[in-house]
């Protein structure tokens, strides 16, 4: 599993169901048999969900993507902290992530096959109650500015620890933040005690939500191709740890950490404290995610005014998940959620392409990091001087 602080990537899990124990609710033996309005209600919820963080990540990605065209001023302004920075994806670290999330995954499994699983898990919750706050802040942030009273004056702090002195001094950290993040800090904090000690599905899923957003807005696909490579490897890995092993269901079900979506199927007979659940893996989100936010960054960069790739790959996203559902409840076994996404957030956009004619200027459209885009305005304005 990759973790960028604040946005942790989890690796992409099976759809699966089960109780708060672990407990595969499809079991024929299992104590409770969800009804037929419990799992409609359940996978109904999970879908809707989902579909919040990849719709308005992406929306918030184009964003991101704008400011990399501002000046150095004007950018660092938008992004005053490294946190808050889009993270560029290239084809190098698409044909990686499969290989390191394999190794994190069954090193998990060895963990929790080792160690006591009570203590692991208080290690991962203390880790995920620093994340979930810093994202679930990052996430409100947009929405307190606007409802934020005028009235209240919105102060500017700056935490900043220096190592050295003099000419030799380094900066480790440098948070610049306002009255307004402090407000967003305060409440996500609030939510994380209540995680912290009640594990609640809700408080679950408010961090869910927040990490999927927060991944789906700040890493940035380069181009296309790195995106058919990432999807490409991660269908292979999700299948084969899903079908070839038990590695992933265990890990699902033995983690204790918001990185997957929760939602009950007993909610209409026991409400809120309902315990036998529903689940999708954050990573089933986060990875179709970027690749659609890609698309919508390419109908910008088109300049017609339609968002045709947006929208042809949010409905893949849509029909590949109620797929995933329909085939795991015909043959009541966990499916790979990417086996079943992949073809279809990929082959809906490429048949679209084919068809309007703009599959080759989709393959060219490239993204530049923040970093390398920095250094082509140094080296022209360099050959501006020469």
Not at 21 to 36: C, I, M, S
Not at 88 to 93: G, N
Not at 213 to 224: A, D, F, S
Not at 366 to 373: G, Q, V
């Amino acid at each position: 599993m990759s973790q960028a602080d604040p946005v942790p990537v989890p690796v992409p899990e099976a759809l699966n169901a089960s109780d708060s124990n672990g407990t595969e609710a499809l079991n024929a033996t299992a104590k409770f048999v969800a009804t037929p309005e419990g799992t409609a209600l359940a996978y109904g919820s999970l879908v809707f969900m989902a579909l919040l963080p990849i719709f308005f990540g992406a929306l918030r990605s184009v964003t991101c993507s704008k400011s990399k065209e501002l000046g150095e001023n004007e950018y660092d302004s938008v992004f005053r902290n490294a946190a808050d920075m889009p993270e560029t994806i290239t084809s190098r670290d698409a044909a990686r992530f499969p290989i390191i999330a394999s190794c994190t995954l069954f090193g998990l499994y060895l963990f929790f096959k080792m160690f006591s699983q009570e203590y692991i898990n208080l290690l991962l919750s203390v880790y995920f109650f620093v994340l979930g706050v810093l994202a679930l802040s990052h996430t409100m942030s947009p929405f307190m500015s606007r409802l934020f009273p005028e009235s209240v004056p919105n102060k500017q702090y700056q935490l900043l620890f220096t190592q050295g002195s003099g000419e030799d001094r380094e900066e480790i950290v440098n948070y610049e933040f306002d009255t307004k993040n402090l407000v967003c800090l305060l409440i996500s904090s609030v939510v994380g005690v209540w995680y912290l000690f009640k594990k609640h599905w809700i408080a679950n899923n408010l961090f869910g939500l927040a990490f999927a957003l927060n991944g789906v807005e700040l890493l940035h696909l380069n181009n296309v191709s790195t995106g058919c490579i990432l999807l490409g490897g991660l269908f292979v890995y999700d299948v084969f740890w899903v079908f070839g092993t038990n590695v992933m269901v265990t890990v699902a079900k033995s983690f204790e950490a918001p990185i997957k979506l929760v939602f009950p199927q007993d909610l209409l007979e026991k409400g809120l404290g309902a315990s036998n659940f529903a689940m999708l893996g954050l990573g089933d989100i986060v990875i179709p995610g970027i690749f659609i936010a890609l698309l919508l960054r390419f109908d910008v960069s088109l300049k017609k005014n339609s968002r045709t790739y947006f929208y042809a790959s949010f409905l893949a996203y849509i029909f590949g998940l109620g797929l995933t559902i329909f085939v795991m409840h015909t043959f009541k076994h966990a499916q790979p959620a990417l086996l079943y996404l992949v073809p279809a957030c990929v082959g809906f956009p490429v048949i679209v392409a084919l068809i309007k004619g703009e599959l080759a200027e989709m393959f060219r459209y490239e993204e530049t990091s923040p970093e390398d885009a920095k250094k082509e305005e140094s080296s022209e304005s360099e050959k501006k001087d020469q």
